[in-house]
């Protein structure tokens, strides 16, 4: 399974960035994705969650409102919307993969590398 991320930048507080996370080498459609973002120093966090055919989601509550998790199975790739970006959440994010089809927080066993996203205040 691979997973590749890219998207990230550097923005201003208050801007917006769409993170896109293309998969191959397994069944994409039957399988939930999720991102993750790690701050220098900090543990890794779960950001947001999808099931297999994008009717459940799940996001991590500093991000409800403002970050939205999408994805295009005939494209093989998740999305993840940011807006009103703040300074807080600059971090590696990264794509991940569960080996079964409902959203979740854990239970990922496959990690794309990740892009990196710089909020300045």
């Known amino acids: 399974v691979q997973l590749q991320a890219f998207g990230g930048g550097l923005v201003q507080a208050g801007g917006s960035l769409r993170l896109s996370c293309v998969a191959s080498?397994?069944?994409?459609?039957?399988?939930?994705m999720g991102w993750f973002r790690q701050a220098p120093g900090k543990e890794r966090e779960f950001v947001a969650g999808?099931?297999?055919?994008?009717?459940?989601?799940a996001y991590e509550d500093s991000v409800k409102g403002r970050f939205t998790i999408s994805r295009d199975n005939a494209k093989n790739t998740v999305y993840l919307q940011m807006n009103s970006l703040k300074p807080e959440d600059t971090a590696v994010y990264s794509c991940?993969?569960?080996?079964?089809?409902?959203?979740?927080?854990?239970?990922?066993?496959?990690w794309g590398q990740g892009t990196q996203v710089t909020v300045s205040s």
């Open positions: 991940a993969t569960r080996p079964v089809p409902g959203v979740g927080v854990g239970q990922y066993d496959y």
């Open positions: 999808i099931s297999w055919n994008g009717g459940n989601t």
């Open positions: 080498g397994r069944i994409f459609s039957l399988n939930a």
